[in-house]
Structure formats: structure tokens, C-alpha cells
């Protein structure tokens, strides 16, 4: 068991290296790779235990930026109930590697060294630990998912077919096929005229990269020319907004100055102008100098400008939102954050987590919005373009993303705050999320943060005018808008169902297998012959 238990965590530390800061993403299939052997030949119980291990393994370096300036206790309880998604995928994993039933299939899916399908199913159970993990509790946590360690490699071209959880799919079985190979090689080294039959998973791998690698993301239609503002912060922490008025500051001076590059002829004429999440922490609804100075700096630009900004309501409570303003007309649209972070724009059940930790009381009294968001933004040249403004972790969720798309959406704006993790991963890990999502939904993105990383992203997922944390820039850049739908948002969840409603019946496929083969290893001997 210790054997398997090394094995387990090499496996969750090799997911952690595929992320963002590390990004060595052929780990994530080696790590995949080892989790699956981990976990074959163990009974489910075995299985548990050593997804745990590994899944904390992976978690725990991949999300320590969540306890960056709160303390290790809420990072360690994220880690580890990330880690119990892990721990009930390693038990079924090691369930269906076990089950008997396998064996009666035709022999090109069987053979005598182990089924072709144990691949497959290992890839359809982590496509379903995601879809589950990524909506619960409080709506999920889809961070550190599989997809994500393939931005900027051949892989991510294939996130315009099945999106996210299709690209999940392909890492985990490119790690299934890995796991078969290594399993097949330690039985023995074969005859050199037989090594390559054997060897075939690890050629089907290579194949599909290569595949993947000339399957075109298309990036022509006519461009959009922007202008994206990180302001930077007073102070990185919990209190970058002890001095809300200077934040707000920090993102009018730098946009003036890029105005006088504009008049200078030093900086194009942009057509619209982003500002991250929390740029006006001070409400500008409710406070005549704040609402002020954003007007005043929209007029001076003399275009239309997305602000990130708190507001002050509903009663008793906050709102996270994006404001569109246009030149010589203030706020003419709001869009209101769909998916508040729990434990940190909100605290669900503070009382009874008060027991814990008085942290708890650090987390905001946000409330969620209902509708997609949609700007309608009016130019000079190109008629009307449609925007989505998509707030910080929203990114990570399938269809916050796609539902705006699919409303019309040519171009989207990702406005986020990463002030309060500091210098650690979190800020390269969402980019990373932005960029397959360009790929994704085929649109190209204003991935905008007030500290960085900052970047303006194609619909190819390349980044572009990259910026550094906690330094102040002006990102210009002409970005492609297209309205063309990609399979992916075509298609919508229906494959990550379908791949749900395949990996359940696989598991219990193999639980009825193999309680069959208990009752028939119960019978007389002389009976089992003729059963």
C-alpha cells in the first residue's frame, strides 16, 4: 500500500506542476497516468483513500493562494473538500479497473493484458467528478480543472468542439492510455516485434496532440480597438481598498494618461475602454464625487467605458457589478455578478462558522444577479458591438460564459480583482481559464484585473500586451469580433451529460459485475464450471 500511496501523491503533484505557475502541462497527463495505476487492483475503500491523498496532493499547492491572508484554515478546508471529488472518483476508479465484466467483452476491447475500456471510463469519471465538483456545494468550485492546464498548448485547439469538459476528457484519456501502456510494459518487456502493438495507447496520444495541434481556431472578422486600464493598488491584501478613493484614483489617472498618448498619435483611437472588478469600490450611484470623476474621465476619453464597481444595494446589502457608461449620457446599463464567491462576497451559515473562525466576518454581504449580461456598445465606424462583462471567478463556470455567447455576445470583457492573493498563481491561473475560454466560445476577450495579470486575448487563446503584477498599464490592442457559434456553444452541456450518464452507467456496470463474480466465487467448484 505504501507503493500505491507514492504513486498517488507523485500523481496529485504532477497535476499541481500542469498548472499555472509551473504550467509543465504533459504533467497532467502523467498525473492522471499515476492516480489510474494507483488505484488499480485496490478495492474501492483503497480506492477512497488514495484519491484522497493524491487530491490533496494536487489541490494543496494549486490553491494555496487561497490562504494567502487569511490563514491556513480556509485553505486547508477548500483543499481537502476539493480532495473528496478526488477520493469518490479513486474509489469507482478502482471499482470499475476491478470489474470482471470487462472480461466478456469482444477481444479487440478485451484482450488478454486488459481492456481497452478502462481507459475510457477513467476519462468519463473525470469529466464527472468535474460536472459535480463544479456545482456543489453553494454552486461548485471549477477551479483546477483538468481543461485548464492545456492553455497555450496544441490541446487547448480542441476546446471549440466539446468546451471544457471535452478538453477534461481528452487530458484524462491521453492519461488512461499512458496508465495501459506503463501497465502493459511492467508485465514484462515484450519482443521488439510486438512492442509497438503494445505501445499503441502511448502512439493514439501522440496522434491526438498532433491532431489537435493543426485543428484551426479561426480569428478573422473585422477588430475592435480597446483599451483596458490596471491601475494597480495602494497595498496588496484583504485592505487594497482601505483607500477605496485611491484605487478609483489610480484607474483615472492611467486612462488620462492614455488619453494623452491617444491625442499625442502615440495610442490608437479606441472604441471602448475597460476597467477591472473593483475599480470604484466607492459607489457611484450614491456618491456625487466618485460618480464625478468617472464621468468626467468617460468625457475626456470620449468613449464608452465598462467600470467594475460596488454598489450599495439592495438594503442592507452589495452588488457587484459592471456599469456601462457612454460620453455625455453617465450609466446606461448594469450587469450584476450571477455567481458572488461563497466564504468571501458572501458567508453562508456565518453564525454557525463563527465556532471556527472569526475570519468569517471578513466576508462581504453580496447578493447575486439574474440576467445574462449584454452591452450594447455604440462606435463611430462599426455600427453597434455587443459585450459581456464577466466578473472574476464567473470565468470558471461553463455556462456564465456561454449563455452570452449565445445571446449575441462578439466580444468579452473579464474584469477581476487579484489584489487579495498577492504574488502567488491565482492571477496566472485565471488567465490561463480566459484563454481556452476565447478558444472555447471563439471570442476574444479583455481579461482585465487591477493588479494583473492582465492580458488581451484572441480567439485563438494566444495572449496579447501581457502585463506584471501590481504594476500600473494601458492595454491597446485591436481585437477580433466574430459572431460565428463554435460546436462547443452550439452544443451547449449536452456532452458533458452525456459523458455524466456514461460514466454512471460504466460504474454500475462494473459494481453488478463484480458482486455477480462474488456470488458465483461462493458456489461449489462444480457448479462454477457450469455456471
Known amino acids: 500500500m505504501i507503493r500505491r500511496l507514492l504513486l498517488a501523491i507523485a500523481g496529485g503533484l504532477c497535476l499541481w506542476l500542469a498548472f499555472p505557475g509551473p504550467a509543465i502541462w504533459p504533467a ?7 492516480m489510474a495505476l494507483a488505484t488499480k487492483g485496490v478495492r474501492a475503500r483503497g480506492g477512497f483513500l488514495l484519491g484522497l491523498v493524491g487530491g490533496f496532493a494536487c489541490f494543496g499547492p494549486t490553491l494555496h493562494w487561497t490562504g494567502t491572508y487569511v490563514g491556513a484554515l480556509p485553505w486547508l478546508a477548500l483543499s481537502i473538500t476539493e480532495s473528496v471529488y478526488i ?5 469507482v476508479c478502482a471499482l470499475i479497473q476491478s470489474a470482471r465484466r470487462w472480461e466478456r467483452l469482444p477481444q479487440w476491447l478485451s484482450p488478454a493484458d486488459g481492456p481497452h475500456v478502462r481507459p475510457v471510463a477513467i476519462a468519463l469519471l473525470w469529466v464527472l467528478q468535474e460536472a459535480i465538483r463544479d456545482s456543489m456545494p453553494f454552486g461548485g468550485f471549477p477551479w483546477a480543472r483538468l481543461a485548464w492546464t492545456t492553455a497555450g498548448t496544441p490541446l487547448a485547439h480542441l476546446a471549440s468542439i466539446f468546451g471544457a469538459p ?3 476528457f ?4 491521453l492519461g488512461g492510455w499512458l496508465a495501459l501502456a506503463i501497465d502493459r510494459v511492467r508485465r514484462g518487456m515484450p519482443p521488439a516485434r510486438s512492442l509497438l502493438p503494445r505501445l499503441w495507447p502511448v502512439v493514439a496520444g501522440l496522434a491526438v496532440v498532433a491532431l489537435a495541434a493543426v485543428y484551426p481556431t479561426p480569428t478573422g472578422g473585422k477588430k475592435l480597438q480597446v483599451l483596458a486600464i490596471q491601475g494597480n493598488v495602494p497595498t496588496a491584501g484583504l485592505d487594497f481598498n482601505a483607500q477605496r478613493r485611491a484605487v478609483l484614483d489610480h484607474h483615472v489617472k492611467e486612462t488620462d494618461k492614455a488619453a494623452a498618448l491617444i491625442k499625442a498619435g502615440k495610442l490608437p483611437q479606441p472604441a471602448l475602454v475597460v476597467w477591472p472588478e ?8 450614491r456618491n456625487a464625487d466618485a460618480g464625478t470623476e468617472i464621468v468626467r474621465t468617460v468625457d475626456r476619453i470620449g468613449v464608452p467605458l465598462i467600470v467594475g464597481a460596488v454598489l450599495d444595494q439592495p438594503v442592507g446589502h452589495t452588488s457587484n457589478t459592471s456599469l456601462l457608461y457612454e460620453p455625455d449620457k453617465g450609466i446606461v446599463a448594469t450587469y450584476v455578478k450571477q455567481h458572488p464567491v461563497p466564504f468571501a462576497e458572501y458567508m453562508p451559515y456565518r453564525s454557525f462558522f463563527r465556532h471556527f473562525t472569526k475570519t468569517v466576518d471578513l466576508a462581504g454581504n453580496f447578493v447575486a444577479g439574474h440576467r445574462t449580461g449584454l452591452f450594447v456598445i455604440p462606435t463611430k465606424t462599426d455600427g453597434t458591438v455587443k459585450v459581456a462583462p464577466i ?6 463556470y461553463d455556462s456564465l460564459t456561454r ?9 468579452l470583457a473579464v474584469q477581476t480583482n487579484n489584489a487579495t492573493f498577492g504574488y502567488t498563481a491565482e492571477s496566472e491561473q485565471q488567465l490561463a481559464i480566459s484563454q481556452v475560454r476565447a478558444i472555447e466560445l471563439g471570442r476574444s476577450i479583455v481579461h482585465i484585473s487591477t493588479v494583473g495579470v492582465s492580458g488581451l486575448i484572441t480567439p485563438n487563446g494566444v495572449v496579447h500586451d501581457r502585463t506584471h503584477l501590481f504594476t500600473p498599464a494601458a492595454l491597446s490592442g485591436a481585437l477580433p469580433l466574430r459572431s460565428e457559434e463554435t ?3 452550439r452544443l451547449g452541456a449536452i456532452p458533458e451529460w452525456l459523458a455524466c450518464a456514461a460514466a454512471v452507467l460504466l460504474a454500475a456496470l462494473a459494481l453488478a459485475g463484480n458482486r455477480s463474480s462474488g456470488r458465483k466465487a461462493n458456489l461449489p467448484e462444480e457448479v462454477r464450471a457450469l455456471v
Do not use: Y
Open 391 to 396: 466578473i472574476c471567478f464567473e470565468v470558471a
Open 278 to 285: 473593483n475599480s470604484s469600490d466607492i459607489d457611484p450611484t
Open 166 to 168: 471535452g478538453l477534461t
Open 487 to 489: 460546436l462547443a456553444v
Open 403 to 411: 449563455n452570452p455567447v449565445k445571446d449575441g455576445a462578439q466580444i
Open 28 to 34: 497532467a497527463i502523467v498525473g492522471v497516468a499515476l
Open 87 to 91: 477520493a469518490l472518483m479513486g474509489a
Open 170 to 173: 481528452v487530458v484524462a484519456l
